[in-house]
Antibody
Framework: QVQLQESGPGLVKPSETLSLTCAVS????????WSWIRQSPGKGLEWIGY???????NYNPSLKSRVTVSEDTSKSQFSLRLSSVTAADTAVYYC?????????????????WGQGTLVTVSS | EIVLTQSPATLSLSPGERATLSCRAS??????LAWYQQKPGQAPRLLIY???NRAPGIPARFSGSGSGTDFTLTISSLEPEDFAVYFC???????????FGQGTKLEIK
């Protein structure tokens, strides 16, 4: 059974960089799209981006200038960095696995999720 | 950006009843629509992808239909564990971009 587990600081100061890591267990990282999705009361669920195929990435255009998603397959983990954060970035951050169900390059859904971690941006 | 509008915002039904949830896209997404279930304090759970394909392990009482801009999630006979919030999610063709609806809360009547 695939399991994902987020880790990282729960409090980040405005203008600083949010950094989270997701540990993957129970399955291979190849052939999937390792994703970050966040959820806040004001914006609902928002897709942030994903990494796949040994380093290729795809980001939400609205966040692209501030986001980096990377993977370390040797450690079975992937990471999120979001720079220049503001209070609007306060949310529960989920890591998730995108599955293309055979349609290479285009995940059709997110089939495994971490339990989520609350990140608050505040001084 | 493609906007997904879900209706109703809240649906009150009893166990054993049939639930019909709607998701409308601001422009055609072909059949690239997924449905998720989320319970309090938990992550979303994938139910349906490509409008009508059940994800592995999802009970047959969950079914999806639609294409283009109008989609429906149907739960044929509600079980107590089905009361939750349901989200739709679209993927546009290329490059892939993903947006979610605002959710429908399915509550016990």
């Amino acid at each position: 059974q695939v399991q994902l587990q987020e880790s990282g600081p729960g409090l980040v100061k405005p203008s600083e960089t949010l950094s989270l890591t997701c540990a993957v267990s129970g399955g291979s990282m190849s052939s999937y799209y390792w994703s970050w999705i966040r959820q806040s009361p004001g914006k609902g669920l928002e897709w942030i981006g994903y990494v796949y195929n040994s380093g290729s990435t795809n980001y939400n255009p609205s966040l692209k200038s501030r986001v980096t998603v990377s993977e370390d397959t040797s450690k079975s983990q992937f990471s999120l960095r979001l720079s220049s954060v503001t209070a609007a970035d306060t949310a529960v951050y989920y890591c998730a696995r995108g599955n293309d169900y055979g349609d290479y390059g285009r995940p059709r859904g997110f089939d495994y999720w971490g339990q989520g971690t609350l990140v608050t941006v505040s001084s | 950006e493609i906007v997904l509008t879900q209706s109703p915002a809240t649906l009150s039904l009893s166990p054993g009843e049939r639930a019909t949830l709607s998701c409308r896209a601001s422009e055609s997404v072909n059949f690239f629509l997924a449905w998720y279930q989320q319970k309090p304090g938990q992550a979303p759970r994938l139910l349906i992808y490509d409008a009508s394909n059940r994800a592995p392990g999802i009970p047959a009482r969950f079914s999806g239909s639609g294409s283009g801009t109008d989609f429906t999630l149907t739960i044929s006979s509600l079980e107590p564990e089905d009361f939750a919030v349901y989200f739709c999610q679209q993927r546009n063709n290329w490059p892939p971009r993903y947006t979610f609806g605002q959710g429908t809360k399915l509550e016990i009547k």
